[in-house]
């Protein structure tokens, strides 16, 4: 570690060492960052970029919400976007620009006061507005890849430019992009709308989950993307995965595509018990699940 310490160049946010990566996720789970660092501003991670050592390598931690971090952690460098820059946002022409660390919860109240709609979807997708062009993410008819118009990147260079959606290879409920590119900020495209409008779509979108889906719980969304012919918990629920349970893991009696962790669930029991629901349902149907959520980090402390 001593010689790691000595490697990082001089920042001016924070670094973290050996810091448990389950304080971040929705799972709760996951072992250390081998170095966590908090960059101040742009200037400041694009600083570490071009002097960290060559071959270290580094992550982008978003809101952590579609994340299944491995018990033994993962090595090298997170980042972490959290300092107040990387929230901002600014509205020209109905164009809504927002830094990728802004929660997306966060923005039904930018939505309500500026009165802009088209992004309400945004508002109950969990995480931050820079994981949602990763995933692709999309709900209630609308996704990422039809409401944005640009995005600020940086790559591992510390280089900065822009980039138009084609860039971004979007497909449902992923994209294709360098991985070194890290969100600076993201330009939706919005529309003019009554706040009373907006705040009926929120509320009813709000309540459609309150409905269907499991709340205040450890969860991390949709494990698996639905397949092109059919629906991912159907096809959980008909190979019986939906009544399977691996240590504090298990899936939710309401919306059995939704993974839990009771409290007691280490990252290997998540990660087990996904594989087996996913071989369960290719026996059965010949239907190879794909992971919504993203898996990363090692298998144990010394992999």
Same mark, same amino acid.
């Given at each position: 570690?001593?010689?790691?310490?000595?490697?990082?160049?001089?920042?001016?946010?924070?670094?973290? /060492?050996?810091?448990?990566?389950?304080?971040?996720?929705?799972? !709760?789970?996951?072992?250390?960052?081998?170095?966590? /660092?908090?960059?101040?501003?742009?200037?400041?991670?694009? /600083?570490?970029l071009r002097h960290k050592p060559q071959n270290m390598p580094v992550f982008i931690l978003g809101g952590g919400s579609n994340l299944l971090v491995r018990d033994g952690g993962i090595s090298g460098v997170v980042i972490k976007l959290d300092a107040p820059e990387f929230s901002s946002w600014r509205?020209?022409?109905?164009?809504?620009?927002a830094g990728s660390g802004l929660k997306n919860a966060q923005l039904k109240k930018i939505l309500l006061a500026e009165c802009i709609?088209?992004?309400?979807?945004?508002?109950?997708i969990p995480g931050s507005i820079g994981g949602l062009l990763r995933s692709n993410a999309g709900c209630f008819?609308?996704?990422?890849?039809?409401?944005?118009?640009?995005?600020?990147?940086? !790559?591992?260079?510390?280089?900065?430019?822009e980039v138009q959606p084609e860039d971004f290879n979007f497909s449902y409920r992923e994209s294709?992009?360098?991985?070194d590119w890290i969100i600076l900020q993201v330009s939706f495209k919005t529309e003019k709308m009554p706040a009373e409008k907006i705040k009926e779509i929120i509320e009813k979108n709000a309540a459609y989950r309150k409905e269907h889906q499991p709340q205040n719980v450890r969860t991390a969304g949709?494990? /698996?993307?639905?397949?092109?012919?059919?629906?991912?918990?159907?096809?959980?629920? !008909?190979?019986?995965?939906?009544?399977?349970?691996?240590?504090?893991?298990?899936?939710?009696?309401k919306h059995c595509n939704f993974m839990l962790n009771d409290g007691s669930a280490t990252a290997a029991d998540l990660e087990t018990l996904g594989q087996k629901v996913h071989d369960m349902v290719k026996a059965q149907t010949g239907v190879d699940l794909q992971w919504e959520v993203k898996v990363i980090g090692k298998q144990h402390g010394n992999d």
């Open positions: 570690m001593k010689e790691i310490k000595q490697s990082l160049p001089p920042v001016r946010g924070k670094y973290k /060492f050996d810091e448990p990566l389950r304080k971040y996720t929705w799972l !709760n789970v996951g072992g250390p960052a081998e170095v966590m /660092f908090f960059p101040q501003d742009e200037a400041d991670l694009q /600083f570490f509205l020209e022409n109905n164009l809504l620009t709609g088209g992004l309400e979807f945004i508002c109950s008819g609308s996704e990422v890849s039809k409401v944005l118009l640009k995005a600020r990147v940086m !790559n591992g260079h510390g280089e900065i430019f294709r992009f360098p991985e949709s494990t /698996f993307k639905n397949p092109l012919n059919g629906r991912a918990w159907e096809f959980i629920k !008909n190979a019986g995965g939906d009544r399977l349970k691996i240590g504090g893991a298990s899936f939710s009696e």
